[in-house]
């Protein structure tokens, strides 16, 4: 069981940066994939990008590719347990809610389905 806590969303100018953090609870957290995505109003929740276990693979959504960097904390010593989504260069329609989400098995998942844990989730607004 990983039970996943989003933050660090917020208002933002276009052009500007913010760094969400999403922070697992479980001992078995370095053994999960994890996954972001994101839901604007109306939408379907869409796949930004993942990070395998060992931070070994790393995908991004073309859309996303080159303005946002995943990574992961597995430090068990200070039990950071924790995953990251650097986002820069913001733009309007980057606007939605984030989840983070982690699932089993060392494949990146791109649709939701695959995913066994999700966060409550953290907006992200982009102004223009």
């Known amino acids: 069981q990983v039970q996943l806590v989003e933050s660090g969303g917020g208002l933002v100018q276009a052009g500007g940066s913010l760094r969400l953090s999403c922070a697992a609870s479980?001992?078995?957290?370095?053994?999960?994939?994890m996954g972001w995505f994101r839901q604007a109003p109306g939408k379907e929740r869409e796949f930004v990008g993942g990070?395998?276990?060992?931070?070994?693979?790393?995908?991004?959504?073309?859309s996303v590719k080159g303005r946002f960097t995943i990574s992961r904390d597995n430090s068990r010593d200070n039990f950071k347990n924790t995953v990251y989504l650097q986002m820069n260069s913001l733009k309007p329609e980057d606007t939605a809610v984030y989840y983070c989400?982690?699932?089993?098995?060392?494949?990146?998942?791109?649709?939701?389905?695959?995913?066994?844990?999700w966060g409550q989730g953290t907006q992200v607004t982009v102004s223009s």
């Open positions: 989400a982690a699932k089993g098995g060392r494949v990146i998942a791109t649709m939701p389905h695959g995913y066994d844990y």
């Open positions: 990070i395998s276990w060992n931070s070994g693979s790393i995908t991004y959504a073309d």
């Open positions: 479980g001992r078995t957290f370095s053994t999960y994939t």
